[in-house]
Every structure is written in C-alpha cells, then in structure tokens.
C-alpha cells in the first residue's frame, strides 16, 4: 500500500510545484497530513461537475433540447435565468444553513446527487418530451437543478478552504479547468463527426454522460477526508438582507454598479437564442451542436487570460467593452438570419457568432467580478459580492421572462437585435463608472 501513496504525493508535488506536500497554509494540521489525497478528490470532482455543465449548458444544450422537442420560443428565455438565479438567490440562505454543520461535505454530496439526478431526468426528456409539456417540464427540472447547483457551490467552497492550502487552490482549478476543457472539446468533436444523424438520442447520451458527472463529483466529495469545523457564529440572514438593501440606498457607486451589470445581462440571455438560430439550420441533427460546443471551448479557454489582464488595469472598461461586444455580436446574429444568402442558410455564421459572444460573455463575468471585489473594502466585501449576486438573480428571473415574451412576438432574431440596444446602454453606463484599480 505504500507505494501507491508515495506515487501520489509525488505527483501532487510535481502538479503543485510544490517541494514539500506538508507545507501548509490555513488549514489545520489533519487536514495537511491529508492535503495529497484530498487534493486529487477535489480535481476529479472539480473534472466531473464542469464537464457536466458543459455537457448541459442552459446556454448551449438545453436550448438545442427545447428547440428538438418543439418547445414554445418563449420558454427559451426563461433558460438562463432559471439556470443562474436558482443558484444565486437562495446563497444567503443557504450559507446559513451550511453553517450549521460541522461537515460541510454532506451538503456538497447531497447538491451533486441532486443535480445527477435532474441530468438524467432530462436525457429522459430529450428522448419521450414533446412540445409545450416537454418544454415545461425541462424548464421544472431545470429548476431543481439549479437550487442544488447553488447547494453546492457555496459547500465546494467551504470544503476547498478547510481541505487545500493557499496557494495551491488556484493551481487545483487551473488542472480541472484544463482536463474538463479538453473533455468537452473531444465531446463536442464526437458530436461533430455523428454529422447529419438524428441527434435525439445522442442527445439523451451527452445528458446522460452530464449526470455520470455529477454522480463523480458527489462520490470524490463523499471520500474526502474533512476535519470538523465550528458551527456558531455570523449574521441572521434577514439581517444581511436589510444591511445590503442599507448598502445599497447609501452607496451610490455600489447602485450604478448593478445597474450596469444588470444592462450586461444581455451577453448572457443572447447566447441561447443564437444557439437556438443554429439549430434551425441542423434540425435535430447533433453535427451543428458539436461545432457550437467546439467553437465555444476554444473561445473560453482563449478569452480569459486577454481579459484577466485588461480588468487588472481597468475593470471598468472591460465592462464597457463586454457591453460594446454584446451589441456588435447580437446584430450580427440578427443580420445573419435576415440575410438571404445561401452561406447564411448553415450553422457556421451562428457558431462564429456564439464564439464572439463567449468571448464577450467571459470579459463581462471577469469584468464585473474584479469590479466588485476592487470596489468594496475587506470589511463588507462579502456583503457587497452576495447583494450583488441577490440582486442579479432577481433580475435574471424578470428580464429573462420579459425577454421570453419579446422572442415569442419578435422572433430569435428580432429579439437580438432588442438586446444589442440592451448592450449599448450597458457600455454606456460602464463607462459612467468610476475607476476603482
């Protein structure tokens, strides 16, 4: 047996850079004499849940699955929304839960069983749902994947801050975000070469595949060894709501800030509909989908260290650039569907559009994200990121549904062409923002 550990320590070190495996920071002492092992739990948990939500992007895959099935337009709208404010309201609430148990890995386990489950409620759907049941119940599943997306992440955390030491969580995100990349590249390879076949039940496989993800990542989070922590402490949660809504009437800056970051929601609510766009011209066949995933992999893996750097001299205007991307991006989506040409008839102008909006749409997260975080102050930092969150959830759920209407009567592309006068009026009031770097 003891060979076994020593190879893996070894490997930890090389992953990690790190000389010494029992070098600490943080974290208690049980923990670092566990840190290896721990450490490769947490990367083939971190692998399992984002391959799983690539494989089920609310952005990408569900709007193919809605469009296959023959779902009303409108319920397209609601996709997103659904999808980032279920795990993005409730966090207040749930932190406080959370708090309450000494083995925070618990709640992680039972966010990942949930979301395996609701994955293949949908690989389901994707074979026997039809029309506008199907579509509301991908939409009611949706729901309970999100709340334990939500359950989740804020448990994820809270694990990696008591099982991993400093400087070396980055590195640990860095090796799952690259194998989880390439996984979903290859994926979307396959899916390219399945070419003009039916994509129903290939489809239900890629949605099958996305809950064996899941089902990963809550048995990696069930072996992890975690050292019991406290359970006192903190703010009511009604009492944080009513400090941060305080906050929010007193701080000027902080109001203009989610003002323009609610207008950049339109980066996000444009991807579906340009995804939806590109399936009318495969049908139900899953070659056009695999060109999508593959084009919007590369555009990720590409994007974020350009924006990283920029938002490190100018969150500001990243944000306004994201909102002048948004724009440029929807009208060339609209203008594509509109345009009688034949080459316009293919998926390729919406997968080179959707590639330009996941490049927008990772300038905007990166943006917005700096800003807030360079904006606050150490001591209502955490206040300031979970109002803002609160806040953009709320947000999600009616301009998403607005939105939806406005598909139902306008059509995909006249609905883009709404949100890039949508992105237009974030660029402006981004670059209305003070300089906070």
Same mark, same amino acid.
């Given at each position: 047996?003891?060979?076994?550990?020593?190879?893996?320590?070894?490997?930890?070190?090389?992953?990690?850079?790190?000389?010494?495996?029992?070098?600490? %920071?943080?974290?208690?002492?049980?923990?670092?004499?566990?840190?290896?092992?721990?450490?490769?739990?947490?990367?083939? /948990?971190? !692998?399992?849940?984002?391959?799983?939500?690539?494989?089920?992007?609310?952005?990408?895959?569900?709007?193919? $699955?809605?469009?296959?099935?023959?779902?009303?337009? @409108?319920?397209?709208?609601?996709?997103?929304?659904?999808?980032?404010?279920?795990?993005?309201?409730?966090?207040?609430?749930?932190?406080?839960?959370?708090?309450?148990?000494?083995?925070?890995?618990?709640? @992680?386990?039972?966010?990942?069983?949930?979301? /395996?489950?609701?994955?293949?409620?949908?690989?389901?759907?994707?074979?026997?749902?039809?029309?506008?049941?199907?579509?509301?119940? *991908?939409?009611?599943?949706?729901?309970?994947?999100?709340? =334990?997306?939500?359950?989740?992440?804020?448990?994820?955390?809270?694990?990696?801050?008591?099982?991993?030491?400093?400087? %070396?969580?980055?590195?640990?995100?860095?090796?799952?975000?690259?194998?989880?990349?390439?996984?979903?590249?290859?994926?979307?390879?396959?899916?390219? $070469?399945?070419?003009?076949?039916?994509?129903?039940?290939?489809?239900?496989?890629?949605?099958?595949?996305?809950?064996?993800?899941?089902?990963?990542?809550?048995?990696?989070?069930?072996?992890?060894?975690?050292?019991?922590?406290?359970?006192?402490?903190?703010?009511?949660?009604?009492?944080?709501?009513?400090?941060?809504?305080?906050?929010?009437?007193?701080?000027?800056?902080?109001?203009?800030?989610?003002?323009?970051?609610?207008? !950049?929601?339109?980066?996000?609510? =444009?991807?579906?509909?340009?995804?939806?766009?590109?399936?009318?011209?495969?049908?139900?066949?899953?070659?056009?989908?695999?060109?999508?995933?593959? *084009?919007?992999?590369?555009?990720?893996?590409?994007?974020?260290?350009?924006?990283?750097?920029?938002?490190?001299?100018?969150? %500001?205007?990243?944000?306004?650039?994201?909102?002048?991307?948004?724009?440029?991006?929807?009208?060339?989506?609209?203008?594509?569907?509109?345009?009688?040409?034949?080459?316009?008839?293919?998926?390729?102008?919406?997968?080179?559009?959707?590639?330009?909006?996941?490049?927008?749409?990772?300038? *905007?997260?990166?943006?917005?994200?700096?800003?807030?975080?360079?904006?606050?102050?150490?001591?209502?930092?955490?206040?300031?990121?979970?109002?803002?969150?609160? !806040?953009?959830?709320?947000?999600?759920?009616?301009?998403?549904?607005?939105?939806?209407?406005?598909?139902?009567?306008?059509?995909?592309?006249? $609905?883009?062409?709404?949100?890039?006068?949508?992105?237009?009026?974030?660029?402006?009031?981004?670059? %209305?923002?003070?300089?906070?770097?």
């Amino acid at each position: 047996m003891a060979a076994p550990e020593i190879s893996q320590t070894r490997l930890y070190e090389w992953l990690t850079g790190d000389d010494d495996s029992r070098m600490c %920071r943080d974290i208690p002492d049980e923990a670092c004499q566990e840190q290896p092992r721990n450490f490769f739990l947490h990367l083939v /948990a971190s !692998l399992g849940n984002k391959l799983a939500d690539e494989l089920s992007s609310a952005r990408l895959v569900l709007p193919w $699955l809605l469009g296959m099935i023959g779902a009303p337009l @409108w319920m397209v709208g609601l996709l997103v929304p659904i999808r980032e404010a279920g795990a993005l309201l409730p966090q207040v609430f749930i932190a406080g839960f959370i708090r309450l148990k000494p083995e925070r890995k618990w709640v @992680w386990v039972l966010g990942g069983t949930l979301q /395996a489950i609701a994955a293949g409620l949908l690989a389901l759907l994707a074979l026997f749902g039809h029309g506008g049941l199907g579509g509301a119940l *991908v939409l009611g599943v949706l729901v309970v994947l999100s709340l =334990a997306r939500g359950l989740s992440s804020i448990a994820t955390k809270d694990v990696l801050g008591k099982t991993i030491a400093k400087q %070396r969580r980055g590195t640990l995100m860095g090796w799952s975000g690259s194998v989880a990349g390439g996984v979903t590249l290859a994926a979307g390879g396959v899916l390219v $070469l399945l070419g003009d076949r039916p994509g129903e039940l290939a489809l239900a496989v890629l949605l099958g595949v996305a809950a064996l993800g899941w089902a990963v990542n809550a048995l990696c989070a069930a072996r992890i060894e975690e050292v019991p922590g406290a359970v006192e402490g903190g703010e009511n949660a009604w009492d944080s709501v009513k400090t941060g809504l305080t906050l929010l009437r007193d701080d000027r800056d902080f109001l203009h800030f989610n003002v323009a970051r609610a207008l !950049l929601l339109a980066s996000a609510l =444009a991807l579906p509909y340009v995804a939806l766009l590109g399936q009318e011209q495969s049908g139900a066949e899953l070659g056009g989908l695999g060109i999508l995933i593959v *084009v919007s992999g590369v555009a990720g893996m590409l994007a974020s260290p350009v924006w990283g750097k920029r938002a490190d001299a100018s969150s %500001r205007r990243v944000m306004r650039d994201g909102g002048l991307g948004t724009a440029t991006g929807c009208l060339l989506g609209a203008a594509f569907a509109w345009w009688p040409a034949a080459w316009s008839e293919t998926v390729w102008p919406y997968a080179l559009v959707y590639a330009l909006l996941v490049i927008v749409h990772a300038g *905007v997260r990166l943006g917005r994200k700096t800003y807030v975080v360079d904006m606050a102050g150490a001591d209502n930092r955490a206040l300031y990121v979970a109002l803002s969150n609160t !806040l953009t959830g709320v947000l999600m759920l009616a301009v998403g549904g607005l939105v939806g209407l406005l598909a139902q009567w306008l059509g995909s592309a006249g $609905l883009l062409a709404v949100l890039a006068l949508m992105g237009l009026a974030a660029a402006a009031s981004a670059q %209305r923002l003070p300089e906070v770097e």
